[in-house]
């Protein structure tokens, strides 16, 4: 069964439990001790120290319906007429929109003992009512600070009348595979619950995000653990657990945190704006396969191929061009295309910071000054021509000007810009690369193309110099990149 089609989101996942036990090595080679393959003989102390930092949430939202209740026919002047008239509310002739209330339940943890809470951002999206209940039956109404859908990660906020306890953030990166961990949550409404496993992977990319990077445990997880914390072996958060995958909607052992790393990142903005304020560079970017760092002259498949630059962004000024490899950003090594907009997203917005590239088989340094990320995504959505489109025919594809008709068809999203492609030619050289109606050209080799004759105008260029195949940066309507290297035949 594919990855996506039994992945819960974390209204149906849960939490993570752990406590670590370090490998001893020898020579190199690590060696399994009797008490690292027992586990640790008990977390009740640990246990006891945490419960009451963990909470369960309660939300309510009222929902309303129009769906229509059949009304029974009934004899034409029936006694019952004004009867049946009032049940289903027709006196009038129309029915009323009904309105009921859907109930939810999830996990969170106090970070501040003056009242501040993080959870999932779905555990508490779009409820009218937040309330907050503590392991000694405290409940008490929560307000939200602010929350962030990229990350699923929410802070609320509930005013004690006591200090509550709090537990502090763990360092993430520490972590090691086989590393014990220990959860504490309220899987399916029951309460405070305890469950321990061991941490299975890093850096888990399980498509639901921008900045995929996910602890992998095989600590227990089921409905309502949604936000709980997963503590490492000092009584650390080294984690938020967010997700599951099963087929049943129960624990097979495969569930996944957000690192404590980025979660304090995005709980620090929160707390202060209320919003995310995310660094950004201004570029798209794809992976650098085994081909391209060959035909780049690269040693080796690292890095973010910049595969087109806004324009209004960060770098629209000939800093960064399309066709570099970005290596390193700020210090950090981009080993893979993911990399990158997950650290960009964790740089403070106005930062210039230096970035190593590689441009035409020569490493550069260059420095960019950062804008914000959530400024650039309304730019993108507004940056969409209204003229007339233009129509040519290249390599085997019809195209057209982009414009709101076609994008409408094709269903292309609003970020999306370029020459859209209607139709390909049967057993041409672009259906053989698998080109198919609704892709959208960005780029003929590494220039922007807007319309169809910047497209003609830039293969003649090619054929006029010689060349034999075209190469093209092609959007899918979401957006994702790749490029693709059309024979001129």
Do not use: C
Not at 195 to 219: K, L, M
Not at 249 to 257: P, T
Not at 272 to 289: D, M
Not at 333 to 352: F, H, N, Q, Y
């Amino acid at each position: 069964m594919a990855l996506n089609t039994i992945l819960r989101p974390f209204r149906t996942v849960a939490i993570v439990a752990a406590l670590g036990v370090a490998a001893v090595h020898s020579g190199g080679v690590s060696v399994r001790t009797a008490e690292a393959a027992q586990g640790p003989e008990s977390v009740a102390d640990l246990a006891e120290g945490l419960l009451d930092s963990v909470v369960n949430i309660s939300t309510s939202q009222r929902v309303s319906s129009n769906r229509r209740t059949p009304r029974p026919r009934i004899p034409e002047g029936s006694p019952f007429q004004d009867f049946f008239d009032e049940f289903f509310g027709e006196r009038d002739g129309d029915q009323q929109p009904r309105s009921r209330r859907v109930n939810s339940l999830g996990s969170g943890f106090v970070i501040d003992a003056q009242g501040i809470i993080v959870t999932n951002n779905h555990v508490i999206a779009e409820a009218d009512d937040i309330e907050v209940n503590f392991a000694d039956g405290t409940k008490l109404t929560a307000e939200v600070v602010g929350a962030d859908p990229k990350t699923d990660i929410a802070v609320l906020k509930v005013e004690p009348e006591q200090p509550l306890t709090a537990v502090p953030f763990g360092d993430s990166n520490a972590l090691r595979i086989g590393d014990w961990v220990m959860a504490i949550g309220n899987p399916f409404g029951l309460g405070g619950t305890v469950t321990t496993g061991i941490v299975s992977a890093r850096g888990r990319d399980i498509n639901s995000g921008p900045y995929d990077n996910f602890i992998q445990t095989d600590a227990a997880i089921n409905r309502g653990n949604s936000g709980g914390p997963l503590f490492n072996q000092e009584g650390e958060v080294i984690g938020v657990n967010t997700a599951i995958i099963s087929p049943t909607g129960g624990s097979i052992g495969i569930g996944f945190a957000v690192p404590s790393d980025l979660v304090q990142t995005v709980v620090a903005q929160l707390r202060e704006f209320g919003e995310t304020r995310r660094g950004w560079l201004g570029v798209r970017i794809q992976p650098v396969t085994d081909d391209i760092a060959e035909s780049l002259d690269m040693a080796e498949a690292k890095g973010a191929l910049v595969a087109g630059i806004i324009k209004g962004g960060p770098v629209d000024n000939g800093t960064v061009e399309p066709g570099d490899v970005i290596i390193r950003f700020d210090g950090q090594e981009v080993e893979d295309m993911r990399d990158l907009p997950r650290i960009v997203a964790e740089s403070p917005v106005g930062k210039e910071v230096e970035v190593v590239l590689i441009r035409k088989g020569e490493e550069k340094i260059i420095k960019v000054t950062l804008g914000r990320l959530e400024d650039g995504e309304q730019l993108i959505a507004q940056s969409q021509s209204t003229d007339e489109p233009q129509t040519a025919t290249v390599l085997g594809m019809d195209m057209a000007e982009l414009d709101s008709a076609l994008r409408e068809k094709y269903e292309i999203e609003e970020g999306v810009e370029g020459v859209v492609i209607v139709s390909v030619e049967e057993n041409s050289a672009a259906a053989e690369k698998r080109i198919v109606a609704g892709d959208v050209i960005v780029e003929v080799a590494q220039e922007e193309v807007k319309t169809p004759q910047d497209v003609k105008d830039r293969v003649k260029e090619l054929t006029d110099d010689g060349r034999r195949n075209a190469l093209l940066m092609i959007a899918n309507k979401t957006g994702e990149l790749r490029f693709i290297t059309v024979p001129m035949r």
